[in-house]
């Protein structure tokens, strides 16, 4: 008998994205699929969606609960999957229609813990696919996972992946972070020391869109990935993976950069400051001693935690074009606030 493979859904809000997305599980060429739409709330027609396809294929399973987060949602489906692997899908993405087949055989063929693969970055619901005939497999390193240079989003996220469900159950997602969260949860499993794989081909397919939470404008919802790696680096203390350590580090102080430009013009503007303030200064001794970051970053870090001003001095001295993008990001949130 084939394994099953549970597909974690967590929908909020998208009446717009559920059927795509639902459809392109549904017709995958591998059959043996639990497919769970965790509903955190939804208000609008996203229920309905899902239910219609539930009427007409068992495989689609419907739940709800009261909104709580993404992280709340992807936890339900960790708890009540009964696959021998499992799979997480954003509710606005889709899959290439042999993905799961490639996942199982792969997995299953190693027997790593999890298998990775590719993904495309769209603004179309409907690309066009070619089969997948010839491609290789590979062990891939922590090191490798994280090299956004080779690998975009591979180490931070969930999605385009398979794991044994006995490895996928050791972490859980944090409640209340709703930006990184996904990278909290791959980043405490792989402290773990698990095996991981990739196939090189193209298989999850990541819808851009404009009022999600990645490219909407600035709220602290969106500072929530600086949380989340400060979390990690509490967590990671008395780790012996250096790599990881020194990596969530370096990350937790370049979220605050971005998340301070970012925040720049907006109602949060305060906040974020006050929130980087307090978080930059409890590691920045652990960053100033981070030898694999360059001695200018290292000062540009500090002058910011003490003085935004001469920060945004400095930065738009090395790079003149920043005075501009201060100007016009503060323009642009107080035009979204309006």
């Known amino acids: 008998m084939s394994a099953l493979v549970s597909i974690i859904i967590p929908v909020y809000n998208l009446e717009n994205y559920i059927e795509n997305c639902l459809n392109s599980i549904v017709n995958q ?9 965790i509903d955190d709330g939804s208000t609008d027609k ?11 294929d068992s495989r689609v399973k419907y739940f709800y609960h009261d909104n709580a987060g993404v992280s709340v949602a992807r936890n339900h489906g960790l708890e009540i999957a009964s696959g021998d692997y499992i799979m997480f899908v954003d509710g606005d993405d ?3 229609y042999q993905a799961v087949e490639l996942f199982v055989r792969e997995i299953e063929k190693s027997d790593c813990d999890f298998v990775c693969a590719h993904e495309v970055y769209t603004s179309n619901t409907d690309e066009k696919m070619q089969p997948v005939s010839e491609y290789k497999t590979r062990e891939i390193t922590v090191e490798e ?28 997602f944090p409640v209340g972070i709703s930006n990184g969260e996904d990278a909290y949860y791959i980043i405490t ?13 193209e298989l999850y397919y990541y819808l851009n869109r404009q009022n999600s939470t990645v490219t909407s404008r600035f709220t602290m919802k969106r500072f929530t990935m600086t949380y989340s790696f400060d979390m990690l680096c509490e967590r990671l ?12 580090l370096q990350y937790l102080f370049q979220s605050i950069f971005y998340n301070r430009t970012q925040a720049i013009g907006t109602e949060c503007e305060k906040e974020v400051l006050s929130e980087s303030k307090r978080i930059g200064k409890k590691w920045i001794k652990d960053f100033q001693r981070n030898k694999d970051v360059s001695l200018i970053i290292k000062i540009m870090f ?31 949130n107080i035009r979204n606030e309006a």
């Not at 996203?46 to 007409?56: C, E, H, L, Y």
Request: net charge positive.
């Open 29 to 37: 060429t591998y059959r043996e699929l639990e497919i769970l739409c």
């Open 46 to 56: 996203s229920a309905g969606i899902i239910k219609r396809f539930a009427a007409s």
């Open 94 to 96: 889709y899959l290439h």
């Open 145 to 172: 996972l994280f090299d956004n240079r080779k690998n975009r989003s591979m180490g931070k996220s969930v999605w385009g992946k398979i794991f044994k469900t006995e490895i996928a159950r050791r972490s859980r």
């Open 189 to 201: 499993l792989l402290d773990k020391g698990i095996a991981v794989r990739c196939i090189d081909a």
């Open 237 to 248: 203390k008395n780790s012996s993976n250096s790599f990881l350590k020194k990596y969530c």
């Open 302 to 332: 500090t002058v910011f935690f003490y003085s935004r001003p001469v920060y945004e001095l400095v930065r738009a001295i090395q790079d003149p074009t920043m005075f501009d993008f201060y100007k016009s990001r503060k323009k642009e």
